[in-house]
């Protein structure tokens, strides 16, 4: 049981509570204040009693003091003190009924956060604060566009940077010119890399003999430099015969009949493989009777 607030010092409007005829409190104790006189203060203090938290207290520092927070209260027959840093010992079993307790426990909205006071309703009076309000309210959309944009973009980036990279990093990296030439190199080196097993797993080429030759066949036909296919031949394969040899002659048209002349003039021809041309003979004929 709280028995008496010996001294808060530098904690709210309390600059130094420890003024003479300070009584203790009763089983049954009213504190009556106007707003802004230390009512909500007392509850934080007792609320970083009932929890040890000293950023309760250190968060209502007096404004305009170099001196750190310090509270001395007494509970039955043993004193709690708050050097300005933690308290000496908490006491759990104290339970405070406030507005905190029922923003936390029964109502949630009784708090005003800054998001509500975002939303709050604003009164503007004049032509040039309307227009300035609708300027504001018009480059707070379009940051609110760009910033979903900048986020959405980030996201799209984000699978494509490197684990333990940056994205800031990332995207400050030079632009590469021939991006991709080197795209589509890599991109046969690593198909080349993964044919690797299917070639591995081949079978090896087999070995075969090559056939063995007839004994002497190599000297007779492949020894030697042959200046011609005829003269590497054996020599029971006579040469064959010049085909140019036996081409035919233009036939010789027959030479008509003149009683007039005495002689006539044959044209005979001799074998061609003979090669000895062509032979004229003059022969007497006899004229028709």
Same mark, same amino acid.
């Given at each position: ?6 001294a ?11 003024a =003479? ?8 104790t009213?504190?009556? /204040? ?7 203060t007392?509850?934080?203090v007792?609320?970083?009693?009932? *929890?040890g938290?000293?950023?309760i ?17 007494l ?13 000496? @010992?908490?006491?759990? %079993? ?11 426990n ?6 005003? $956060? ?10 503007i009076?004049?032509? +040039? /604060? ?5 300027? +504001?309210?018009?480059?707070?959309a ?11 973009? @980030?996201? %799209?980036?984000? !699978?494509?940077?490197?684990a ?6 990332f995207? @400050?990296?030079?632009?590469? %010119? +021939? ?7 890599? $991109?046969?080196?690593v ?16 070995e ?7 004994a ?9 430099? *042959?200046?011609? =296919?005829?003269?590497?031949?054996? @020599? %029971?394969?006579?040469?064959?015969? +010049?085909? &140019? ?5 233009? #036939?010789? !048209?027959?030479?008509?009949?003149? #009683? ?6 044959? &044209?005979?021809?001799t =074998? ?7 032979? *004229? ?9």
């Amino acid at each position: 049981m709280l028995k008496k607030i010996v001294a808060i010092r530098n904690v709210g409007r309390f600059r130094n509570s420890a003024a =003479p005829g300070n009584p203790q409190l009763l089983r049954h104790t009213l504190i009556l /204040g106007a707003n802004g006189y230390g009512k909500t203060t007392l509850c934080a203090v007792l609320r970083s009693l009932r *929890t040890g938290d000293a950023s309760i207290i250190l968060g209502r520092k007096t404004l305009g003091t170099g001196e750190a927070p310090a509270v001395e209260l007494l509970l039955d027959a043993t004193p709690s003190r708050f050097n300005g840093a933690a308290w000496s @010992a908490p006491h759990p %079993a104290i339970a405070i009924f406030d507005d905190v307790f029922v923003a936390e426990n029964v109502h949630s909205g009784e708090v005003v $956060e800054l998001d509500h006071k975002r939303n709050l309703y604003r009164v503007i009076i004049g032509e +040039d /604060g309307v227009r300035l309000s609708e300027g +504001d309210a018009k480059l707070a959309a379009d940051s609110r566009a760009k910033t979903g944009e900048i986020s959405a973009a @980030a996201r %799209a980036i984000q !699978p494509h940077v490197p684990a333990g990279m940056k994205l800031e990093a990332f995207i @400050a990296l030079p632009a590469t %010119a +021939d991006i991709d030439v080197q795209i589509t190199g890599q $991109e046969r080196t690593v198909a080349a890399i993964r044919q690797t097993g299917v070639i591995k797993a081949r079978a090896a080429l087999s070995e075969f003999a090559l056939p063995v030759l007839p004994a002497g066949l190599g000297n007779r036909y492949l020894a030697g430099p *042959t200046p011609s =296919p005829l003269r590497s031949l054996p @020599a %029971a394969f006579p040469p064959l015969p +010049d085909p &140019r040899l036996h081409r035919s002659k233009p #036939p010789v !048209p027959p030479t008509p009949h003149r #009683p007039w002349q005495s002689t006539a003039t044959y &044209r005979l021809s001799t =074998p061609s493989h003979c090669r000895s041309g062509l032979a *004229t003979s003059r022969l007497t004929s006899f004229p028709r009777s």
